[in-house]
């Protein structure tokens, strides 16, 4: 199919965004959408696949848009995502939002799911006391479940947040990192503060950490605690033990909703030790209640890069005859 269409009105600043430097964004979206694109001024000819060249020729409406301002790379590569797999399930009760998305209450109004996964994932959250988010680095899992969280806090849905990681080290011994156990466990949670740091602003933040309503602690603090009208996020759980993730789920208690993330291709437990995100993936497939998102490379959200050095180990486990 040949589709051809102008941009209007006419901008040549907004032109020379949205190509690129010498047209290199619009070789980037040929690549992503296997399509053939040649234009002359504002006029484009794009040749396709029927769906691939309206997907094509949406994207470059949409950044034409926002090409009033400098285009980054990062949304350059966050709209080929859209592109390439856009949204179409329907909204979340109580969130609603004209243009389709479901919308969350956080100081990031630009905050919606980009691909299809990503928003079954937000309504598991949203419809479910306990929810699984399993994939490869990149697909938002955590990220996305504190904006859940931000926003069940948000609309007093919640009283509280807390946020938890098991403190298994990647290589390294925390014994040979300096400090105090505060100051030797903060690093494994810094991502959870990156998180809440843009989705709430610093002082938000610490405010919230001074009134108790955010909470940030290793996974072995949880332990014998009942966990009432909070938010709770496991992050990294495929390094927990069965035992471990036993003990974390069994700890939610009335008005409280869960979300466990994790990959289980880059599992740090000592060799022989069993993922208890492997195992409670087998256990709790059919319990009632419980969802899972399985996210894969499509799903990536980062650096074009990560979505393919994600697709290498995956194509090498395969060969390899693991899971």
């Given at each position: 199919?040949?589709?051809?269409?102008?941009?209007?009105?006419?901008?040549?600043?907004?032109?020379?965004?949205?190509c690129g430097s010498?047209?290199?964004?619009?070789?980037?979206?040929?690549?992503?959408?296997?399509?053939?694109?040649?234009?002359?001024?504002?006029?484009?000819?794009?040749?396709?696949?029927?769906?691939?060249?309206?997907?094509?020729?949406?994207?470059?409406?949409?950044?034409?848009?926002?090409?009033?301002?400098?285009?980054?790379?990062?949304?350059?590569?966050?709209?080929?995502?859209?592109?390439?797999?856009?949204?179409?399930?329907?909204?979340?009760?109580?969130?609603?939002?004209?243009?389709?998305?479901?919308?969350?209450?956080?100081?990031?109004?630009?905050?919606?799911?980009?691909?299809?996964?990503?928003?079954?994932?937000?309504?598991?959250?949203?419809?479910?006391?306990?929810?699984?988010?399993?994939?490869?680095?990149?697909?938002?899992?955590?990220?996305?479940?504190?904006?859940?969280?931000?926003?069940?806090?948000?609309?007093?849905?919640?009283?509280?947040?807390?946020?938890?990681?098991?403190?298994?080290?990647?290589?390294?011994?925390?014994?040979?990192?300096?400090?105090?156990?505060?100051?030797?466990?903060?690093?494994?949670?810094?991502?959870?503060?990156?998180?809440?740091?843009?989705?709430?602003?610093?002082?938000?933040?610490?405010?919230?950490?001074?009134?108790?309503?955010?909470?940030?602690?290793?996974?072995?603090?949880?332990?014998?605690?009942?966990?009432?009208?909070?938010?709770?996020?496991?992050?990294?759980?495929?390094?927990?033990?069965?035992?471990?993730?036993?003990?974390?789920?069994?700890?939610?208690?009335?008005?409280?909703?869960?979300?466990?993330?994790?990959?289980t291709s880059q599992?740090?437990?000592?060799?022989?030790?069993?993922?208890?995100?492997?195992?409670?993936?087998?256990?709790?497939?059919?319990?009632?209640?419980?969802?899972?998102?399985?996210?894969?490379?499509?799903?990536?959200?980062?650096?074009?890069l990560v979505a393919?050095?994600?697709?290498?180990?995956?194509?090498?486990?395969?060969?390899?005859?693991?899971?």
């Amino acid at each position: 199919m040949i589709l051809r269409f102008t941009l209007e009105p006419v901008d040549n600043t907004r032109l020379a965004r949205v190509c690129g430097s010498l047209d290199a964004h619009l070789r980037e979206i040929e690549a992503a959408l296997g399509v053939k694109l040649t234009r002359r001024d504002a006029e484009f000819r794009v040749d396709g696949a029927k769906t691939a060249a309206e997907r094509t020729r949406s994207l470059l409406e949409g950044l034409y848009e926002r090409a009033r301002r400098p285009l980054s790379a990062e949304t350059l590569q966050l709209a080929l995502v859209e592109a390439k797999a856009p949204v179409t399930a329907p909204r979340a009760e109580g969130h609603e939002d004209t243009n389709g998305p479901l919308v969350l209450r956080t100081r990031r109004a630009d905050l919606s799911a980009r691909t299809p996964r990503q928003h079954q994932y937000l309504q598991q959250i949203l419809s479910h006391d306990i929810t699984f988010g399993l994939g490869p680095a990149g697909t938002g899992k955590t990220f996305l479940a504190v904006a859940c969280a931000v926003d069940a806090l948000e609309r007093a849905a919640v009283q509280r947040i807390i946020l938890t990681r098991p403190a298994v080290e990647a290589g390294e011994r925390l014994g040979f990192l300096p400090g105090d156990l505060t100051q030797k466990v903060d690093p494994y949670l810094r991502p959870l503060y990156d998180a809440l740091y843009d989705l709430l602003g610093f002082d938000r933040v610490t405010k919230a950490f001074e009134k108790g309503q955010l909470e940030v602690a290793p996974l072995a603090f949880m332990r014998g605690r009942t966990l009432n009208h909070a938010f709770v996020i496991l992050d990294e759980a495929q390094n927990t033990t069965p035992e471990q993730m036993k003990m974390f789920l069994t700890r939610i208690g009335f008005g409280s909703r869960c979300v466990v993330t994790g990959d289980t291709s880059q599992i740090d437990l000592p060799r022989g030790v069993q993922s208890g995100l492997i195992d409670a993936e087998r256990v709790l497939a059919k319990v009632k209640g419980i969802a899972m998102t399985h996210f894969t490379s499509a799903d990536v959200v980062r650096h074009p890069l990560v979505a393919r050095i994600v697709e290498a180990y995956e194509a090498r486990a395969k060969r390899e005859g693991r899971n």
